[in-house]
């Protein structure tokens, strides 16, 4: 399968909190950030298979990022999605995995701020 044409895990809306930021007063209390992750891997035998050990588990991928986020504690999303991604990659046959990570209600006069990256296994 080609990557674009790649199957995907959706995971939308997950709230994880962490200390990330670069400002003491950001740093002072856990922030709660707004996670959506897209896990490329293909999905034909777990379709055919009805089991669970032929895809990857969204279940415990919310619980792995929500740990990362918890207990890793970063300046930047930038790296803070580089160590998701990477502890993604590290438990998971994934092939590619698009991340976005926000902030509500922290930039004046935004709705949200964040970053998102996309990482492919390499090989």
């Not at 080609?2 to 895990?9: H, Q, S």
């Not at 400002?23 to 709660?32: L, M, N, S, V, Y």
């Not at 990022?65 to 998971?92: G, Y």
């Amino acid at each position: 399968m080609k990557a674009e044409n790649m199957d995907k895990i959706l995971i939308s809306g997950l709230i994880a909190n962490g200390t990330i930021g670069v400002g003491d007063a950001e740093r002072e209390f856990p922030q709660e950030l707004l996670i959506d992750v897209e896990i490329e891997y293909p999905l034909e035998k777990a379709g055919i298979s009805d089991d669970i050990n032929d895809s990857i588990n969204y279940s415990s991928m919310a619980k792995l990022i929500r740990k990362v986020v918890r207990e890793t504690q970063h300046f930047l999303l930038e790296a803070l999605a580089a160590s998701i991604v990477e502890t993604i990659f590290a438990n998971t046959p994934a092939h590619a995995v698009t991340l976005r990570i926000e902030k509500a209600n922290f930039v004046s006069k935004t709705a949200k701020v964040g970053i998102q990256i996309r990482r492919q296994r390499s090989n």
